[in-house]
């Protein structure tokens, strides 16, 4: 596997070996061995999760503020826009976003370390994006920050207004956001 280093040093994309021929694809997408070297520590996923949206549908910029969730995140089915934003009071990154086009056709991965926010906007006409995690989900725990907050100034490819839950139309600004954050 090929790993790019992202503005986020430790966001990471990972380009798996892909082989192909005329009956279709092979490739692994997660090897425990090959994923902690490649991230430089081992790490326990404990959750898989599943999701398909529609075209303009942004969803994020989710994070827990207990049990912060590591994640591996890729698209199965279409393409998105996947962010990351940086929580992390100690971070020489705090503040800064990393995104990358994750889609079906090419096979990218990207890590999340905890600590970080994401979220993704589905380019395409739908889209499956699958990710591991490495806390549980804790509903009571989840915080969201508005997607369009200035201060991050995130590049999303919008044409038009997003498709938002009610929750992530309501975000926080990344300022109260990180007031709960170490």
Same mark, same amino acid.
């Given at each position: 596997?090929?790993?790019?280093?992202?503005?986020?040093?430790?966001?990471?994309?990972?380009?798996?070996?892909? $082989?192909?021929?005329?009956?279709? @694809? $092979? =490739?692994?997408?997660?090897?425990?061995?090959? @994923?902690?070297?490649?991230? #430089?520590? +081992?790490?326990? @996923?404990?959750?898989?999760n599943h999701?398909?949206?529609?075209?303009?549908v942004?969803?994020?910029?989710?994070?827990?503020?207990?049990?912060?969730?590591?994640?591996?995140?890729?698209?199965?089915? #279409?393409?998105? =826009?996947?962010?990351?934003?940086?929580?992390?009071?100690?971070?020489?990154? $705090?503040?800064?976003w !990393?995104?990358?086009?994750?889609?079906?056709?090419?096979?990218?991965?990207?890590?999340?370390? +905890?600590?970080?926010?994401?979220? =993704?906007?589905?380019?395409?006409?739908?889209?499956?994006? =699958?990710?591991?995690?490495?806390?549980?989900?804790?509903?009571?725990?989840?915080?969201?920050?508005?997607?369009?907050?200035?201060?991050?100034?995130?590049?999303?490819?919008?044409?038009? !207004? +997003?498709?938002?839950?009610?929750?992530?139309?309501? #975000?926080?600004? $990344?300022?109260? !956001?990180?007031?709960?954050?170490?």
């Amino acid at each position: 596997m090929q790993v790019t280093r992202t503005a986020i040093a430790d966001v990471l994309i990972l380009d798996p070996k892909v $082989f192909g021929d005329s009956r279709g @694809f $092979f =490739f692994e997408s997660y090897n425990e061995r090959a @994923f902690a070297a490649a991230i #430089g520590e +081992p790490v326990r @996923f404990v959750q898989d999760n599943h999701s398909k949206s529609g075209r303009h549908v942004l969803r994020g910029l989710h994070y827990q503020i207990e049990c912060p969730q590591g994640k591996l995140v890729r698209a199965v089915q #279409g393409a998105v =826009f996947d962010v990351a934003v940086d929580l992390r009071r100690a971070s020489a990154t $705090f503040g800064r976003w !990393a995104a990358v086009e994750l889609s079906a056709e090419n096979k990218r991965q990207v890590w999340i370390p +905890p600590g970080l926010a994401h979220g =993704f906007l589905v380019l395409t006409e739908t889209a499956e994006v =699958f990710y591991k995690v490495t806390d549980y989900y804790a509903p009571e725990h989840e915080r969201c920050i508005a997607w369009n907050d200035p201060s991050l100034a995130i590049s999303w490819p919008l044409v038009g !207004a +997003p498709i938002l839950s009610q929750k992530d139309a309501m #975000g926080m600004t $990344f300022a109260s !956001a990180t007031a709960d954050c170490d």
